[in-house]
């Protein structure tokens, strides 16, 4: 089993910037590829960024290419999402998740195995 505590978010104004961390416990995060995921109210849960376990591969939505930036840090059994120039469209809650041996070809729900509780962003002036 693995738990995730994301957190990081927060209120920031259009053009800014929020790092959301992803810490992580139990199971060695070693093997897992890291996902970070949102959902805004009345949508649906969408698929942001995703890093690989194997040779640090990164997937990005078009939405995001650009402004934000995964990364993992092994050691300190944690993930990160650094997001820049954010927009409004970027308010959703954000989690992170993690997929075993995932190399991020495909950056679904429903291959996600452990998921964290969610952060809440929002853009706004």
């Known amino acids: 089993q693995m738990r995730l505590v994301e957190s990081g978010g927060g209120l920031v104004q259009p053009g800014g910037s929020l790092r959301l961390s992803c810490a992580t416990s139990?199971?060695?995060?070693?093997?897992?590829?890291i996902g970070w995921f949102r959902q805004a109210p009345g949508k649906e849960r969408e698929g942001v960024a995703c890093i690989s376990t194997d040779d640090g591969t990164t997937y990005y939505a078009d939405s995001v290419k650009g402004r934000f930036a995964i990364s993992r840090d092994n050691a300190k059994r944690a993930g990160y999402l650094q997001m820049d120039s954010l927009k409004p469209e970027d308010t959703a809650v954000y989690y992170c998740?993690?997929?075993?041996?995932?190399?991020?070809?495909?950056?679904?729900?429903?291959?996600?195995?452990?998921w964290g509780q969610g952060t809440q962003v929002t853009v706004s002036s």
């Open positions: 139990g199971t060695s995060l070693d093997y897992y590829a």
């Open positions: 998740a993690t997929d075993l041996f995932g190399t991020c070809a495909v950056l679904s729900t429903d291959q996600m195995n452990f």
